[in-house]
């Protein structure tokens, strides 16, 4: 069974940079996607940046495009989320999630694509 482990998440100001890891088990970096997603209190859990791991296509949302980067370490079987200039807006818990499906292909950023799920790492960015 796929597990997911994230860590690194913290409390920074803005302007500052955080990276996040995910620990990975049972899942084989060849096959389909793996991302990250947050959720605020209030609000729908949306997808930050996923990795198509068959050709290491990525996928950000608008809203980091430019401060984020996501990236595996297939040796570590690590996956990261570097974040930098970190906004009051990215406060969030984070969470690590993998698709089993080809179809997460089409729609990576959408949670619905993602079959497993990390219990998620907090973020607070404090302006």
């Known amino acids: 069974q796929v597990q997911l482990v994230e860590s690194g998440g913290g409390s920074v100001q803005a302007g500052g940079s955080l990276r996040l890891s995910c620990a990975v088990s049972g899942y084989t970096y060849s096959d389909y996607c793996m991302g990250w997603f947050r959720q605020a209190p209030g609000k729908e859990r949306e997808g930050v940046a996923a990795?198509?791991?068959?050709?290491?296509?990525?996928f950000y949302a608008d809203s980091v495009k430019g401060r984020f980067t996501i990236s595996r370490d297939n040796a570590k079987s690590t996956l990261y989320l570097q974040m930098y200039s970190l906004k009051p807006e990215d406060t969030a818990m984070y969470y690590c999630a993998a698709s089993a499906r080809s179809a997460c292909y089409r729609i990576p950023l959408n949670h619905y694509a993602m079959d497993y799920w990390g219990k998620g790492t907090l973020v607070t960015i404090s302006s």
């Open positions: 990795i198509y791991t068959r050709d290491g296509n990525t």
